[in-house]
């Protein structure tokens, strides 16, 4: 069952009542069952979430998103006891060997520079070099091919309406900075909301290591997808004027949750191919695969 995505943007108060989300706003009130709801976003200074609202959604593996007064997400909840062997887990993804976590590192930059190269090709219609540059990456990209890539690829990426291709990626930077971000945000939250559902600690990564990032997990496992993001943002680029995040932007940015990708046997809305992913993580743990199990994100034969 795909998730609904809730976005809030206005003075509210959120309770809770026979298992269903109650939203009341000064202009109307609506209720939600709570089992339908996988991410909850709450962009507005004057929101309410009483404690038992914020306790079930949570329980129901939904991920609760704040947004800071940029209108960018800020925050998130996620539930810490949503998997039945959770400290089996943790023990197998704590205990992991440094040569397997570089593995998996290889195996994740691989496919992030496969799609990058998959989407310069698809929106510029140009042959580029990236299929070689993922083929030179080596365990745990010691020779930092994923900085390599990067570098070409935004500095090709095509700016709709513009004289000049090219965008500086910045995590602060001007338009189309804030599209990329607010997406990126919204894909971290959802890969975290998969992890955590598998059972997996997101504060230990395989690659990032910063003592203050409670997300390192979701940061390495997200880096495949986020061309996905770029995609969106490009469309949007074509059909949008304004520079501005705006709700209907906002809007389409969240349906990204919903788009199809592709597994070997069958496709899946982003939403639940983050999950097969992450579970896929959780068995390389254990030992049960040796590798990660990516989907691919557009089915080419279909497009030609």
Not at 117 to 136: D, Q, V
Request: aromatic share 8%; glycine share 4%; proline share 4%.
């Amino acid at each position: 069952m795909i998730k609904r995505t809730i976005l809030i943007e206005s003075k509210s108060s959120i309770t809770t009542k026979n298992q269903q989300l109650v939203i009341k706003s000064e202009i109307r009130e609506s209720t939600i069952p709570i089992e339908d709801i996988g991410f909850l976003v709450l962009d507005h200074v004057e929101i309410y979430l009483s404690i038992p609202a914020m306790n079930l959604v949570v329980e129901h593996n939904t991920a609760i998103i704040i947004c800071g007064s940029n209108h960018l997400p800020n925050g998130m909840f996620l539930n810490l006891n949503s998997h039945h062997i959770q400290q089996e887990i943790f023990k197998n993804q704590i205990e992991a060997s440094i040569p397997l976590k570089k593995q998996l590192w290889q195996q994740t930059i691989v496919e992030k520079i496969k799609n990058q190269g998959e989407l310069l090709a698809k929106i510029t219609a140009s042959k580029n070099t990236f299929e070689f540059l993922a083929s030179k990456v080596l365990s745990g990209d010691t020779s930092n091919m994923a900085g390599v890539a990067a570098q070409q690829y935004w500095k090709n990426f095509p700016l709709p309406n513009h004289e000049k291709d090219g965008i500086k990626r910045e995590r602060y930077g001007d338009y189309p900075n804030n599209f990329l971000n607010y997406g990126y945000a919204i894909l971290r939250a959802a890969t975290a909301r998969a992890l955590s559902g598998s059972g997996l600690l997101n504060t230990l990564g395989i690659h990032h290591k910063s003592k203050y990032n409670a997300f390192a997990l979701a940061d390495d496992i997200m880096e495949p997808f986020r061309p996905i993001v770029d995609e969106k943002v490009f469309d949007i680029m074509k059909r949008y004027p304004e520079q501005e995040l705006t709700t209907t932007i906002k809007a389409e940015l969240l349906q990204l949750l919903t788009q199809t990708v592709y597994f070997k046997e069958e496709k899946s809305p982003l939403m639940v191919g983050l999950q097969k992913t992450a579970s896929s993580l959780q068995q390389c743990f254990t030992g049960d695969r040796k590798k990660i199990k990516y989907p691919k994100l557009w089915n080419l034969t279909d497009t030609e």
